[in-house]
């Protein structure tokens, strides 16, 4: 098996030998610049730790990178249709911006005519694209801890106004301005698995996810609204915590998770997320046989949904209900990371 290093070795040495048999199979990440590149790009070579490796040019948007205007990764101009130039065009113009379909006007496209030529030639739909081009920015903050005027001039904002509204649609209002908030500190966390966003407040880990999981954004959003605060890049004895005990736990050592949580559902859902915590590591269970050990045999789907609204990956395990023929359907972070989930723990049971 190729190792992580070797893998990266390799793609480093394609890079800066501009190997075009390598375009589409990986995109690089300039740690130093911000700036996402195709392996051709004619730019001068970054050194090799400053290179960030990604299989897909959505994973480097999401962790903040901003496509080069050499290389242009994201485009091929001689095969993009006048359609897909435009929004290309529109998006890199004003990339905190949230786009929805009836804006598709202002541009005289069809919402259909941009999902579909989008898709075709990115592997994305517009509204993907720009969703990860705004939270980039975003987490960018959270990712780096740095001021916000840094980050700011960084995400390439001459005002901090853009910036801001950016930040704000994601992560809440700029908690000095409003006295009434709850404060809710994030810190960008990485595994080896890919990158999760922990929040936690002063007593407990409220969520954990996967930094490209489907919906993130709504469920920050969801998060802030219902508990009326914002969400700040900090520093937590609570992630302390979690992150010594994700890496006991990625390296085989640790079964069992002692951070506090904060259980944010129903009743119903909290009775669900505290059985998937008595799943012994290693093995697996239905969504029926969950809900029989729960009292409530026939809300088996009652028990999936509980189970998809769980914010709290890894910690809270439903990864390890799977379907009662086997198969392993419905996990947030993918079914690769459930698959490499269960594996894991089997081994290390």
């Known amino acids: 098996m190729i190792t992580e290093q070797a893998k990266i070795d390799h793609f480093y040495d394609m890079l800066v030998k501009k190997e075009s048999n390598y375009e589409g199979i990986f995109y ?159 810190k960008w966390i990485e595994t080896p698995l890919g990158s999760m966003l922990a929040i936690a407040n002063d007593d407990a880990l409220i969520l954990l996810e996967f930094v490209d999981r489907r919906g993130l954004e709504t469920e920050i959003e969801v998060l802030r609204k219902k508990w009326h605060a914002a969400v700040i890049p900090g520093e937590s004895p609570i992630f302390e915590q979690l992150i010594f005990e994700l890496n006991s736990y990625f390296s085989g050592k640790l079964q069992t998770f002692q951070t506090p949580l904060a259980y944010i559902g129903s009743p119903f859902q909290q009775d669900v997320w505290r059985a998937l915590q008595a799943i012994p590591t290693g093995t697996t269970i239905s969504y029926a046989q969950l809900a029989e050990q729960i009292g409530n045999p026939k809300a088996f789907r009652a028990v999936a949904r509980a189970n998809g609204a769980n914010q709290i990956s890894i910690l809270i395990p439903c990864h390890r209900v799977i379907g009662s023929d086997g198969t392993l359907s419905g996990y947030g972070g993918g079914i690769a990371r459930k698959e490499w989930l269960l594996a894991h723990e089997k081994k290390n049971a």
């Not at 205007?69 to 091929?76: A, F, G, I, S």
Request: glycine share 6%; hydrophobic share 35%.
């Open 28 to 186: 690089v990440g300039v740690k130093t610049t911000g700036i996402l590149c195709r392996p051709t790009c004619p730019a001068k070579k970054p050194n090799k730790e400053n290179c960030e490796f990604f299989e897909t040019a959505q994973e480097a948007l999401l962790a903040s990178y901003r496509p080069c205007k050499r290389c242009q990764p994201l485009n091929n101009p001689s095969k993009l249709s006048k359609e897909v130039k435009l929004l290309v065009q529109a998006i890199e113009a004003n990339p905190e911006r949230k786009w929805s379909d009836k804006d598709f006007d202002e541009l005289a496209i069809s919402a259909n005519t941009a999902r579909r030529q989008f898709k075709k030639q990115f592997g994305m739909t517009f509204i993907e694209y720009a969703r990860a081009r705004r939270l980039g920015f975003a987490f960018n903050h959270i990712r780096n801890g740095t001021p916000i005027i840094e980050a700011q001039l960084d995400g390439g904002y001459d005002s901090g106004n853009g910036f801001r509204d950016a930040f704000t649609r994601t992560m809440g209002i700029i908690p000095k301005k409003a006295k009434s908030l709850n404060m809710f500190v994030s």
